[in-house]
């Protein structure tokens, strides 16, 4: 069955007279029990943060969109990669993070987890198979973004799993941009999949949450009983909010990825622009990769302006009329951002020019070039 088909039907209620189309929201911190031994030895749920109806038909939902064996709903996509971190690592490991890593997950491993003895080496995202030699004895984690957020390298995940196996190192997928719906990193072999849910399945840019999804039953278990001790939980109003944005992902996340590639396209022909950043383009540096791991593209991609000045930049961003000025992407509305400020890395990725992200919604893509056309055609 196809993943339109599937996200069509999953986690719904059997059908009796008048049932409702999703799983109702059941709110509840207290639970109640009928008798007082129940309260420490039902071998069920004793309290709100333990999940509903409705969190467990959206953990069937990722766990089937991911081929996974469990998954952990969390407050937002940061949250379940600093889960995923915390449940494989431990003071006196070294752990191994794409220097392409979304930001605030630097943020996290610089400022919260060297506070507990765990060393954290960036490593370049088109390392390959060389990430061999950056192994050592107490290495338990490897974190890879694919492609890399701002920059959209795509790393050979294929060659990296293999190499992590033969050490035990536990890899964790941050798989985003695709939705889950053009790469399967669980399927090539991963421990883990992270998705920010606020992206593609909230798809309105009005919800944050996040979500883990783990290859194993043991690491699943393991990533639950972190997050639950850290006190991660999800209110059954935001897991039936993206519960609901299942059921029509597939349709959005292919007609945003189709607009963007056209976009794309069409920019990286445009002479204020030295060359698009996006992975189905033949331009792209690791193309190949893409080619040979992917099944489609997203609707984020990046540009490379021409040399210019700070300010024809942040100028040109503001003559855009449909592309809002704000973070994230996935959502129906396209967005645009200036990447310099936040392009932190240790390994310089070189671009010729400053780096603009582009993420397409459901505008039509004749009117988001002609956007475009008008504001770049006005750079000096
Ligand atoms: C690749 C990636 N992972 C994680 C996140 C964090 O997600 P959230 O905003 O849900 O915390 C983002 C947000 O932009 C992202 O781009």
Redesign the pocket.
């Known amino acids: 069955m196809k993943d339109a088909t599937k996200f069509t039907h999953i986690g719904r209620p059997k059908v009796e007279t008048g049932t409702s189309v999703n799983p109702p929201i059941i709110r509840a911190s207290t639970l109640l029990f009928d008798k007082a031994d129940d309260l420490y030895n039902g071998g069920h749920r004793i309290y709100g943060r333990h999940g509903s109806p409705v969190h467990d038909a959206l953990s069937e939902a990722f766990c089937t969109l991911e081929n996974g064996a469990g998954a952990t709903l969390v407050p ?6 600093t889960a995923s971190i915390l449940a494989n690592v431990k003071a006196g490991d070294h752990i191994l993070v794409t220097d392409s890593t ?1 930001g ?2 630097r943020h996290f491993c610089n400022t919260q987890l060297s506070k507990f003895g765990v060393e954290i080496e960036y490593y370049p995202p088109n390392i390959g198979a060389g990430i061999e030699a950056l192994i050592r004895d107490n290495t338990s984690c490897i974190l890879l ?1 694919s492609p890399g ?1 701002l920059s959209m390298e795509i790393q050979d995940l294929p060659a990296i799993i293999k190499i992590a196996k033969t050490h035990n190192i536990v890899t964790i997928v ?1 798989n ?2 695709s939705a889950g719906l053009v790469y399967a990193p669980l399927d090539m072999g991963a421990d883990i999949a ?1 998705h ?4 593609f399945f909230s798809g309105h840019g009005d919800i ?3 979500a883990v999804v783990s290859r194993t039953k043991p690491m699943a278990k393991n990533v639950a009983a972190t997050a639950v001790a850290f006190g991660n939980s999800t209110s059954p109003d935001d897991t039936y909010q993206i519960l609901r944005g299942f059921r029509t992902v597939v349709t959005r996340f292919a007609q945003q990825s189709k607009s963007a590639l056209q976009l794309a396209t069409w920019l990286e022909s445009h002479d204020k622009v030295a060359r698009a950043v996006h992975p189905a383009l033949k331009s792209h540096p690791n193309h190949d990769l893409w080619q040979r791991d992917f099944t489609g593209s997203s609707c984020l991609f990046s540009i490379v302006l021409k040399p210019c000045a700070q300010t024809e930049v942040l100028a040109l961003l503001d003559r855009l009329k449909l592309f809002a000025k704000g ?3 996935g959502g129906f509305e396209s967005l645009v951002i200036h990447c310099d400020p936040q392009l932190t890395r240790n390994h310089d990725p070189k671009f010729e020019g400053p780096l603009v992200r582009i993420s397409c919604g459901l505008e039509d893509i004749e009117d988001m070039k002609a956007d475009w056309a008008r504001s770049l055609d006005q750079i000096s």
């Open positions: 937002c996509g940061l949250a379940a990669n979304y605030p997950v973004e957020s941050d985003t941009w992270v920010s849910a606020t992206k944050l949450f996040g973070f994230s992407f």
